[in-house]
Structures are given as structure tokens and as C-alpha cells.
């Protein structure tokens, strides 16, 4: 059994803010030249419901879906299966909370199931330690470039 791998960031901005520039907004600050499947200059969309899917479409029109919105409660918490790259079936799972602190609001991201990859669950949780660290510094380097309303 493999323990999740949880990541916390605190950013200044409301729990609002917070979760929309994490998913509606994911395109301007995901690092798709080292986290993608199609590269860099690769489009990421973000469902806004439960049961759509996150998906990349690279420069020539071709698709990846990287997972499903299981869970979604706008400004609060969403989770969703993660497969980019892979298929369906080798999904894990990523749950984000947002929760108002003093100085804006806790991110906190756990990522889960990797059980489901058997032989090679341990090399990709093992990247996906230091993968979520480079994609969260992206986010939080988003924050400082992005005007608040």
C-alpha cells in the first residue's frame, strides 16, 4: 500500500480565488513544456462539473484526457482522476482543498491510488513528489503575477 502524497501551499487569495485560478485558470500557469503530454505550447481546460473531464489539446488538435471531475464544491474542495498520458484505467486520484486563513488561503492537495499501477506504482509516485512541488510553485508564481479583482 503506498501512502498518499500531500502537498500544502498558502496563497493570498480568498478560498474563491483560490479554487478558480486553480481550475478555470489552469491554463495560464501549468507548466505544459515539462507536464504535459503534448508540450509546450499545449492548451489545458478544466471542467466546471462533476463528471466532465480535465483535457490537453495540443497545437495540432489532437486530445488527452488526463481525468475526471468526481468531486466538485466551487471554492471548497474538488477531486478528480488523474491519468495523464495513461489510460482510464490506471487513474489515481487528486483531491484539493481551499480553506481561509489569515494571510489568503491553504491549499492542500492530496494525491492517492497509485496502488492501481502495480509494478510501477513506486517509480510514478516517487515523480509525482517532486512533479506536484514544480506544478504548485507554478500556481503559487501565478498568484504574484496575476491582479486580484
Known sequence: MHDPIKKSL????SPDEAFTLFTANMDTWWPTKTFSVFGEKAKIAFPDHKGGDIIETGENGEVDVWGTLIAYDPGVFLSFTWHPGRPASEA??????????????????????????????????????????????????????????
Not at 10 to 13: A, D, E, G
Not at 92 to 103: G, H, I, L, P, S
Not at 114 to 129: E, K, R
Open 92 to 149: 489515481t486520484v487528486v483531491t484539493v482543498t481551499f480553506t481561509q486563513t489569515e494571510d489568503g488561503t491553504r491549499c492542500d492537495l492530496t494525491h492517492g491510488g497509485f496502488d492501481i499501477l502495480g509494478d510501477t506504482a513506486d517509480a510514478v509516485s516517487t515523480s509525482y513528489l517532486t512533479g506536484w512541488d514544480m506544478v504548485l510553485g507554478c500556481y503559487a508564481s501565478a498568484v504574484k503575477i496575476t491582479t486580484l479583482a
Open 10 to 13: 498558502v496563497v493570498p487569495l
